[in-house]
């Protein structure tokens, strides 16, 4: 080993090869950040190079070099929130794909068991739309739910549709239908637009609250409203 003047002989300099992979990895989480707030904001059409580039503090040339070009990037920005929202929900979510189907070789879910598995999902899915945390991702979804492009498939293939079939299996259950029928789909896709207002319509929800924000308290009284609307799933009475 070689050292320079100065140094402690006691620290080994990172190898060239690993320090250059540590500073593109840095360079490409910082550009992924980025694209998700500025194509948000701003819109694929609205964005340019240059601001991304300068939104991330990296050189214009970096683009190019990590993800071919604009596209590229606004691609792997769909990717990388796939993978953040996952890392909040993927878990649980699938925990309870593999409860769904360890009760379907035994006969099935209870609806007791159903009601408190969802109740379950929808607070995780409602604690974190109501985070601030979500606020960029839901500017660049929206966006991509008003014109939907090879993004929105992404998203929808990594987070939307593996939610939607775990959530929908429960939600028959409850209802006491084919997991698969509108009626069911609907009223799942209802039960999560109801919880993701308090992203996409947050404006609204604060003026017509009369909140400043949606801090602890508001919080609470967000998921304690997630739960009632979990409990409002029963079978249709059938009219004669």
Not at 122 to 141: C, H, K, N, P, Q
Not at 165 to 174: C, H, M, N, P, S
Request: hydrophobic share 50%.
């Amino acid at each position: 080993m070689i050292y320079t003047a100065g140094m402690d002989p006691r620290i080994a300099p990172l190898p060239p090869a690993e320090a250059a992979t540590d500073r593109g990895d840095v360079t490409r989480q910082k550009l992924l950040a980025a694209a998700i707030d500025v194509f948000g904001r701003q819109g694929y059409d609205g964005t340019s190079t240059r601001r991304l580039a300068q939104a991330a503090g990296v050189n214009l040339q970096a683009i190019p070099y990590y993800f071919g070009g604009k596209e590229g990037l606004y691609i792997a920005a769909a990717e990388h929130l796939v993978v953040l929202i996952s890392a909040h929900v993927a878990a649980k979510r699938e925990r309870l794909r593999s409860r769904i189907a360890e009760a379907d070789r035994s006969g099935g879910l209870g609806v007791a068991e159903a009601r408190a598995l969802l109740a379950e999902l929808a607070d995780t899915v409602a604690g974190l739309f109501i985070s601030r945390e979500s606020e960029a991702w839901a500017r660049f979804i929206i966006r991509e739910q008003m014109a939907p492009t090879e993004a929105f498939r992404r998203i929808q293939r990594g987070v939307m549709q593996p939610m939607m079939e775990v959530a929908g299996r429960l939600v028959a259950t409850l209802l006491g239908e084919a997991p698969d029928s509108e009626h069911v789909r609907l009223r799942t896709l209802a039960l999560f637009g109801s919880i993701l207002l308090f992203r996409t319509g947050r404006a609204t929800v604060l003026a017509r609250m009369e909140w400043a924000e949606i801090g602890p308290r508001e919080a609470l009284a967000v998921r304690s409203l997630v739960r009632e609307l979990v409990a409002t799933l029963t079978p249709q009475e059938v009219v004669p």
